[in-house]
T-cell receptor, first 110, second 116 residues
Framework: QKEVEQDPGPLSVPEGAIVSLNCTYSNSAFQYFMWYRQYSRKGPELLMYTYSSGNKEDGRFTAQVDKSSKYISLFIRDSQPSDSATYLCAIAGNNRKLIWGLGTSLAVNP | DARVTQTPRHKVTEMGQEVTMRCQPI?????VFWYRQTMMQGLELLAY????????DSGMPKDRFSAEMPDATLATLKIQPSEPRDSAVYFC??????????????FGPGTRLLVL
């Protein structure tokens, strides 16, 4: 079992839909939870960062961490075609060494 | 604006040849990471440096891969000899540890390597 599991999709939604992306992890010591967005043929860029449990909101994006279930989520409201990308979760413990999910490919159709 | 740069952007080579990839981290960043990305394995950490010192290279095949930081503005990743299974996109990322803020990794555009 990989330390971080992420459904690769692909996920295809109409413009304006609410998108839910998820990762599960196995190590309860993980404390740092990140979502990166990667456009085609580009490097990943940080989208959301959460420490420990709880929710964090930034515009149309909300990140949730449920440490009891070892489950993290990224929600995108009012999705736009420009949100079409691969979304990668990245998780770390105290050593700050990131363990990455495989990424979920998202297509938002106009 | 400040960016991580990587050269070359694309490289096609034959099996057995040496490949050198270069990275210029963002000025002032003290941590540099080398990743390899493939469809099957996703992003894998190969090595990382802090203040130019190698901290972890456990993800790197030692017999053929080597990573160095000759100075604060240059990181290199070498593969010698290259093999077809090394075909992947290699990313360099830099970050600033100890700033009190979150430790974001800023990625370069990657080097797309194809070994024939």
């Amino acid at each position: 079992q990989k330390e971080v599991e992420q459904d690769p999709g692909p996920l295809s939604v109409p413009e304006g839909a609410i998108v839910s992306l998820n990762c599960t992890y196995s190590n309860s010591a993980f404390q740092y939870f990140m979502w990166y967005r990667q456009y085609s043929r580009k490097g990943p860029e940080l989208l959301m960062y959460t420490y420990s449990s709880g929710n964090k909101e930034d515009g149309r994006f909300t990140a949730q961490v449920d440490k009891s279930s070892k489950y993290i989520s990224l929600f995108i409201r009012d999705s736009q075609p420009s949100d079409s990308a691969t979304y990668l979760c990245a998780i770390a413990g105290n050593n700050r060494k990131l363990i990455w999910g495989l990424g979920t490919s998202l297509a938002v159709n106009p | 604006d400040a960016r991580v740069t990587q050269t070359p952007r694309h490289k096609v080579t034959e099996m057995g040849q040496e490949v050198t990839m270069r990275c210029q981290p963002i000025l002032g960043h003290n941590t540099v990471f080398w990743y390899r990305q493939t469809m099957m394995q996703g992003l894998e950490l190969l090595a990382y440096f802090r203040n130019r010192a190698p901290l972890d290279d456990s993800g790197m095949p030692k017999d053929r891969f080597s990573a160095e930081m000759p100075d604060a503005t240059l990181a290199t990743l070498k593969i010698q000899p290259s093999e077809p299974r090394d075909s992947a996109v290699y990313f360099c990322a830099s970050g600033l540890v100890g700033s009190g803020s979150q430790e974001t990794q800023y990625f370069g555009p990657g080097t797309r390597l194809l070994v024939l």
